[in-house]
């Protein structure tokens, strides 16, 4: 079976530091096939682009995570991994997804592509931001096997973008399962007080984060957590 390709790190860097734009607007990202290397314990997935939907993002980040759920967590931390998912394998889904400068609409071109299809660092943040490692990681940290559902929470995850591409991934505490487990669980039971949950899920993640700075959070389980939320759910309600 065919390995999973990434690019070399200096032609990435080369990439990035040189922007074409017109490489953007072609049905087709052009590159040079010789800097690349093979992932040698990861295959590439068959038909992955098939199942991928442009206009619905919990839909394609469960077939990008099944397709390969066999990563750990270094290996999907690689920059190299995802720029070349964003340029080659899934570039057809990308230029749908973000279409900008496809379309020539992108009033900045070489911005909306650096924040689209390349990862700024590999800091949590950014891993959760970019449009293809972003959507595979927000489902690793959600996912919940012991639910007859595991995708479950995941797609109360997906309710905001901003919730889930910023404020999530700017705090330590998505590291630790149980806390995304509780928070996620607390939103999904307290859905009919979050009537503004732009502004609401911020006061929860910045609960938690607060607790995670005074508490060894790693020795906690979700119940944990949820009954933290829950003594700040007067707060919420009330924005």
């Not at 040189?18 to 052009?30: A, C, G, L, P, Q």
């Not at 940290?141 to 591409?165: A, G, H, I, M, P």
């Amino acid at each position: 079976m065919e390995k999973q390709q990434i690019f070399k790190e200096k032609y990435l860097l080369k990439l990035k530091d040189e922007i074409d734009t017109d490489k953007y607007r072609s049905n087709e990202f052009v590159y040079d096939k010789k800097q690349t290397l093979m992932m040698p314990n990861i295959n590439k997935p068959d038909g992955l682009l098939s199942k991928l939907n442009h206009q619905k993002d919990f839909e394609t980040a469960v077939a990008i995570f099944e397709a390969f759920k066999n990563l750990e967590p270094i290996q999907a931390s690689d920059e190299r991994l995802w720029s070349y998912l964003s340029h080659v394998d899934l570039y057809p889904y990308m230029v749908k997804r973000w279409p900008d400068v496809y379309t020539s609409k992108a009033s900045k071109p070489e911005n909306y592509i650096r924040d689209h299809w390349f990862l700024e660092t590999t800091a949590q943040s950014n891993l959760m931001r970019h449009s293809i490692s972003g959507l595979w990681w927000s489902v690793y940290l959600s996912v919940d096997e012991t639910r007859t559902n595991k995708y479950e929470l995941t797609e109360v995850l997906f309710w905001n973008q901003t919730f889930r591409t910023r404020t999530f991934g700017n705090y330590k505490l998505v590291r630790h399962k149980e806390a995304v487990i509780g928070l996620l669980e607390f939103c999904k039971e307290n859905k009919s007080i979050l009537k503004n949950f732009e502004k609401q899920h911020q006061i929860l993640t910045e609960h938690l984060n607060l607790i995670g700075g005074v508490k060894p959070i790693a020795y906690y389980d979700r119940s944990f957590f949820k009954g933290e939320l829950q003594k700040v759910s007067v707060n919420i309600s009330s924005v």
